[in-house]
């Protein structure tokens, strides 16, 4: 990655599919390794970044928390 970034999980995949909206859209990115990381973006973000099914990008997380929750 060209781009330098202060968070610490910066995983490299390739997009699998995207669901585009009218506002967000969902993307799911397949690691080497086979896992998918799934993120919804702004539909003018994954535009301007030029995303598309079979292109490499990276899953960027930096958060405090993740919360999983069950009924």
């Given at each position: 990655m060209?781009?330098?970034?202060s968070a610490?999980?910066c995983i490299?995949?390739?997009?699998?599919?995207?669901k585009?909206?009218?506002?967000?859209?969902e993307v799911?990115?397949?690691t080497e390794a086979?896992?998918?990381?799934?993120?919804?973006?702004?539909?003018t973000?994954a535009k301007?970044?030029?995303?598309?099914?079979?292109?490499?990008?990276?899953?960027?997380?930096?958060?405090?928390s993740v919360?999983?929750?069950v009924?």
């Open positions: 060209k781009n330098q970034l610490r999980n490299k995949g390739r997009i699998i599919s995207m585009e909206g009218p506002v967000s859209t799911t990115l397949e086979g896992e998918k990381i799934v993120s919804s973006i702004t539909t973000s301007n970044l030029g995303l598309k099914e079979g292109k490499t990008a990276y899953a960027v997380i930096k958060a405090s919360m999983v929750a009924d």
